[in-house]
C-alpha cells in the first residue's frame, strides 16, 4: 500500500498528540525531578516519528520523494536512548550514566543521521537504491543495520533493568514499574510479529504505534501512580538520604530494600537484594536475629569494625492488604556517640580521673566477687593496702602537680609488677590497695616488697624538682571463717599499714594477731635509710 492514506496519517496524528498530550502533563516547571527530562525527550522524538511519519502517509509535498521518511529519522535514533535513560533514572540507576556511557548514547544517534542525510555519497546508510513510496526499509547498508543492532541493545537494557527493578520493588513502586514494562513489552510484541511476518497496517512501520502505546502506559502511570513524584524526589531524596539506615523485609522474609546509609553502618558492600535477612545477617546473635522477626522489637546490636559501630534498631511492621502482612521496616539510628559518653561515664563512675586506677567503689565490688570465688574454690587470696610517707611533705615542698606525678608513678610502677588478674586501686589521697586472687600472704609479702623497693629506687621529676618517695604497706590474706568480708580484711591491713608507719616508714609488714609482733620485718627494714622524716 502507497501513500496517501487518510487512516494511517490519521493513525499517526492521533498518536503523536498523544505524546505531545502527555509531554504538556509532565511538564510542570516548578517540580522538575529526575526523569522528566528523559521522559520529555522521548516523548517528544516519538511525538515527531508519529507527525513526520503521518505526513508521508497523507502524501504532504515536500523537497524529495524521501524527504518526510528521512526526517522521521531524528525521532527514531532518539526513543532508544531517550528510553534508556529514563529506565535507568526511574529504577535508581543514574549513576551509569557516566560521560563515556553518555559519549556512546549521544554520539551514535549524530553519526548515525549524519551518514543518513549524507547517504547518496557513500551508500552506507540505505546500500541499494531505495524504492519510493516504501514505508519502512528492507534492505539498507551496514549503518542502518549498525542502528538496528545499538537501539535493540539499548531497549534490551532497560527492559533487563526494568525486571530487576520490579522484582525488588514493593507497593506503589513495584506497581508504577510494572506499567513501564507493559509498555516496553508492546515494544517487544511488535517486533516479534514483524519477524513472524505479520503486516497489522500493510505497507507501514508499527514500530512507533507500538511506541505509543508504551507512551500511554507512561502516561497512566502518571496520573494513576505519580510516576515521577513518588519515586525519584520520595525514594531518593528522602530514603537515599536518610542519615538512619533503613531496610525493608518482604513477607517472605527477603530484603527489597536498603538504603545507602543501611549499607554503611552495618558494612554491607555486596548486593542483598532479593536474599534472605537470615543469610545476609548470619553473623548476628541469635537474640538479634529473632528480635528482626518480632514486631515492634527495639534492640541495639555492635558492628564489628575499627572502631566498632553501635547501631539502634527498630522494627515496625508493613501492614498489607485484607489485613495480611507486606513486610518489616527496620530503622537503623548510629548511637556510636552515644555509647562512647556511657562509656566515658562508666569508665569515669569506676576509676580515678588522675591515676586511671579502679575506685574504692570499684574496687570494693570487684573484691567481694573475688572473696566469694577464693571461699568457694578454697583458694588463696590477698589484700595490700598501700599509703605514701609524708605525702603532704610533698606537696608542701614541691607542689600539688609534683604530688600528682609522685602519684602517677607509684601506678606506673605497680602496673609494671603485677599481673593482669591483679586489682590495683585508690582508695583515695594517697591511700591504695592491691588485691591479690590466688596469692597467699607470703607471696603477696614478696610482691609487696619489689615493689616498695622500685619506688624507693625511683627518682620523680616534676619541672626543676627531682626528688624521692617511699610507701609503707601493710599485708593480709583471706581467713577461712564464714563473717570474712573485704571490710575486715581491709581492717587487718590497715591495722599492719599503721604499725610500719609507726616502725619507720618505707616498711612491708604483715598482719600479725594482737599481742605479736614482726620482729623481722621491723629490723630489717629500720636498718635501711630513710628518705624523709617525720609523719
Known sequence: MSPPNTFYSALLMLSGGVCLFVGAIIFRPRRIVNGTFSLLALLSALAWWDITYAFFWAGMPASTPYFWLDITYVGVVIVPVALFIFTLQISNRSKWLRRPVKALLYGVPAIVLLALFTDPYHGLFFGAERPENSGFIL????????????SYILILAATVVLILAYQNSAGMYRKQIGLVLFGMAVTWLNSIIFVMGIRLLPGADNTPFSFTIAALAFAFALL????LDVVPVARDLLVERMSDGLLVIDEQNRVVDINKTARRLLKISRDVIGRSSDEVFAHWEPAHLKALHTPDAHFEIEVVGNPATYLEANVTLLPGKKGRLAGRLVLFHNITNLKDVQNELRYLARHDPLT?????????????KELLRARRYQRPLSLVLIDLDEFKKVNDMHGHQAGDQALMILKGICDQGIRAMDVFARLGGEEFALLLPETDQDAAYLIAERLRDMLEKTTIKSGSHRFKVTMSMGVTEIHRHKDETIDTMLTRADRALYRAKAGGRNLVLRWQAEGKENHHEGHQHQRRPKTHTGK
Request: aromatic share 24%.
Open 139 to 150: 534492505n539498507a547498508g551496514p549503518v542502518f543495520w549498525f542502528n538496528v543492532a545499538f
Open 224 to 227: 494513576r501512580f505519580h510516576l
Open 356 to 368: 586511671g586506677s579502679v575506685n574504692r567503689r570499684y574496687f570494693m565490688e570487684l573484691a567481694h
